[in-house]
Each structure stands twice: as structure tokens, then as C-alpha cells.
């Protein structure tokens, strides 16, 4: 049988552990740990933005915790959540990410601050040292995506990361201009009204707004150049400690969104060791759902037929029906969409990347802060549907197969969900 893994809490780890193998199939656990930078000084050493201490007590009974798991077969992958840092965004503006404008992120740490990155680089190493864990799985490895409306997206434009541009051989100024450029153009309404009209994103359309607006497409190069260069350090940093042996993983958008953040499938299946690429069939619909509400507002666009156009633009029409705006947001993909994003990424695994996709085994329905309204996949999800994208991901010849997340699945679902994949995955 290819490997199960899953998010778990710790509190859920320590009531289920001992049966999570046997009777879930779950071998690989993911999961936040704590690091304990007073057992390990010297890799934070001249690193300002310092984590906190964890209770001495909890870190040792967590670490025993581990090592007994290990006595039931468990192997324990680090989830790190790279970027997404309101605890070090708050600790000032030079350590956020900022806005094309100048605004910082509430919650994304500046990509490029060096004290940032030492501070990543330490606390990979200790998870290694520390928990001797079997590998570490970079979450949040990217730049922000639409999902956090247009001024969140246009980041990260402060003095450090526009020198970083220019040292890789962009021009910040020539980018932020196209960018500002674009947006005045767009706001005058007519070309996004006639490709919405249209329904399609031709070959001219694109061409011309690449030669009106140059500095937009140099920035997404940009983006998908820095995180493949970062992911290559912290990939060293991590067989560095733990050895050629530790497993270096991460979690990528879907590749409908992937490469609007930075990663890039072909760029990262040759430095990592695993992908997980986050099919979820209902953010996989959603993620761009509040640059969709921004721009019919702004550009003064039919909010339904601009929802609709938007699965032709990023691909999902090959998925499904395009939905409006309502409709994309009460629902989710098919459960199919696993396989189809499975085979998109096998096209551009050039270098061999084990691929387990992270699978929802939960219902969703909630106010969306950024977006400020309901999303919800009750409408679809279900025992049925997560035993359908069980099935799909084997079907999409996937590697090993990841839950999003154990804690809050049913678990006669997820022990179900083991039996399906034991008989499918062969
Ligand atoms: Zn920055």
C-alpha cells in the first residue's frame, strides 16, 4: 500500500496515536511543533526576531511522546508555515510583507528580511535536531494569493525585497508601474468587459497585454525565481542537519494557483523530495473568489458572468460548469478535480518529485474574513464524496495520499477511507 499521512494536532496525537496506523493506515503524521530554542542557542545566534520559549516540561513529555509513537511504526513530518507569520508580521514593518502601495501585511512575514530568513533557517534546523523528524514539509512556501483581494496579492514591494528583484536582474520600478499601469487600464472598463463578453482569454489578448504591460508577467518570473532559491536553502539547511536522509517536503497550491504565488511545479519537483500539493476541490474553486467580488466592483463588471468567466481564465471550466458568483461559493469541484490536478502536475514533475496530494475530509461552512461572506462545501461534502476522492487520487497515480486533517474528519470516515485506498492504490 502507497503511505497515508495526515494533520494531526498534538492533542489529537496524544488520544489517538497508538491507533493511528493500525486503524486509520495513517503512518506519516504532519504536525506543528514547538521549537525549544533554549536546547538548541547556538543556531539563533544574531537572530533578532526570536521565538518564544515552549514550557520545559510539555517539550520534554512531547518529546517522549514522539519516541514512544515511534515504537508503533509513526513517522513524524514537521508542517512549517514559511511566510504566513502574524507573530513576526507584528513585530514591526521591516518584518512584513508590504503592499505595492506601501501598506503591510497583517500576517505575512517579509519574504526577504535576512532576519526573517535566518530565523527560518534556525527553526528547520531545530525541528531536525530536536525531534529527530523524519522529514519537514514547508507550508506556506510562497507570496500571497488572490484569495486576500488585490492589495494583499501585490506583495511584497518593500526596500529589501525590491533590491532583492534588482539583484536577480529586475527592475522594481518598471514592474510596480506596469502594475499600476494595468490597473488604471483595466479600470477604465472596456477590455475586461470584452473578454468577459467573449468568454475566452485568447492568444492576441494575451499577447497584447504583455506588450502593454511587460513588468506584470517579469513579476511573476520574479516570484517563481525567489521561491525556488529560497526553497534550495532551506532544503540544504534541512539535509544539512538531519542528513541526505530527511525528507524535505512542501505544501503547493493547486496547479490552477500555483504559479500566481511563486511556485513553480517544475522548478520545485527537482529540489524537493515530496509535493503535496493541496487538492482541495472546494479552495481549489474559492481561491480566487475575492479578486473576483474586488474586480466586478471596481471595474463596474456583471459580478456572475465575471465569476463564470473566471474558471475559463484559470482552467477549472475543463472541470466543470462555469458556476456564478453564489453558486462558486456554496459548492466545491467535483471530486474528480483530484485526478485532473494530479495529471497536470505529472506534466511538469520534471524532476521526479514524489507526489502526495493533500486531500479535505471535512465539512466547511464559514464567514470568510477577507472576503466577508459564507463559504461553504456542505452542499457537496460528504462520507460519499470523500470516499470518490480517495478513489481519484488513485486514480491520478498519486504516491501517497495526505487528510486535511484528522482532527476534525469523522473517524468512522477516515477508517473507511483507509480500506478504499488499501484496495485502490496498489
Ligand atoms: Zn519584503
Known amino acids: 500500500m502507497k503511505p497515508i499521512g495526515a494533520f494531526i494536532s498534538l492533542k489529537a496525537l496524544k488520544e489517538y496515536g497508538n491507533r493511528l496506523l493500525e486503524e486509520y493506515g495513517i503512518e506519516y503524521v504532519h504536525t506543528h511543533l514547538p521549537v525549544f530554542p ?18 520545559k516540561e510539555s517539550y520534554g513529555d512531547l518529546k517522549r511522546l514522539l519516541e514512544e ?69 514547508l507550508d506556506f512556501i510562497r507570496f500571497e494569493s488572490p484569495m486576500a483581494g488585490l492589495d494583499y496579492f501585490l506583495t511584497c ?32 472598463g472596456e477590455f475586461p468587459k470584452e473578454i468577459v463578453r467573449q468568454g475566452t482569454l485568447s492568444t492576441p489578448d494575451v499577447l497584447d497585454v504583455y506588450n502593454e504591460f511587460p513588468g506584470v508577467f ?19 539547511a534541512v539535509k544539512e542537519e538531519g542528513g541526505r536522509g530527511t525528507v524535505i517536503g512542501a505544501n503547493l497550491l493547486s496547479p490552477w494557483w500555483s504559479m500566481l504565488t511563486g511556485q513553480s511545479y517544475r522548478a520545485l519537483s527537482r529540489i524537493l523530495d515530496i509535493i503535496e500539493p493541496m487538492l482541495y476541490f472546494d479552495w481549489m474553486q474559492w481561491e480566487g473568489l475575492t479578486a473576483v467580488k474586488e474586480l466586478s466592483h471596481t471595474y463596474g463588471l456583471d459580478k456572475d458572468l465575471l465569476s463564470k468567466f473566471y474558471y475559463v481564465a484559470t482552467g477549472l471550466s475543463t472541470i466543470v460548469q462555469p458556476r456564478n458568483y ?24 520534471v524532476g521526479g518529485a514524489r507526489i502526495w496530494p493533500v486531500i479535505l475530509i471535512l465539512r466547511t461552512d464559514f464567514v470568510h474574513y477577507l472576503l466577508g461572506e459564507r463559504i461553504s462545501n456542505i452542499s457537496v461534502a460528504g462520507r460519499e464524496f470523500f470516499m470518490e476522492s480517495v478513489k481519484s487520487a488513485a486514480r491520478g497515480r498519486a504516491d501517497g495520499l495526505v487528510y486535511w486533517n484528522f482532527d476534525g474528519a469523522e473517524k468512522d470516515v477516515v477508517r473507511e477511507l483507509y480500506t478504499v485506498w488499501r484496495s485502490e492504490s496498489l
Not at 514591494?157 to 539583484?167: D, G, L, N, R, V
Open 218 to 236: 517579469e513579476w511573476f518570473k520574479y516570484r517563481s525565481e525567489y521561491i525556488e532559491s529560497v526553497v534550495r536553502i532551506f532544503s540544504s
Open 69 to 137: 509513537l515511534r515504537g508503533v511504526g509513526l513517522k513524524f513530518f514537521a508542517s512549517y508555515p514559511v511566510f504566513s507569520r502574524p507573530e513576526i508580521a507584528r513585530r514591526g514593518p521591516e518584518y512584513s510583507a508590504w503592499t505595492i502601495l506601501g501598506k503591510p501585511h497583517y500576517a505575512r512575514a517579509c519574504p526577504t528580511n535576512p532576519d526573517v530568513l535566518r530565523r527560518i533557517v534556525a527553526d528547520l534546523r531545530s525541528l531536525v535536531r530536536l525531534y529527530h523528524v523524519e522529514g519537514v514539509v
Open 157 to 188: 514591494f518593500c526596500p529589501s525585497c525590491c533590491e532583492e528583484m534588482k539583484s536577480l536582474g529586475y527592475n522594481p520600478v518598471f514592474i510596480k508601474r506596469d502594475w499600476l499601469r494595468m490597473m488604471d487600464f483595466l479600470g477604465k
Open 38 to 55: 533554549e536546547e538548541a542557542k547556538e543556531l539563533y545566534n544574531g537572530v533578532r526576531c526570536l521565538p518564544e520559549n515552549f514550557e
Open 326 to 349: 453564489d453558486e462558486t461559493r456554496l459548492s466545491g469541484l467535483p471530486s474528480s478535480s483530484i485526478e485532473a490536478g494530479l495529471m497536470k502536475i505529472s506534466h511538469w514533475n
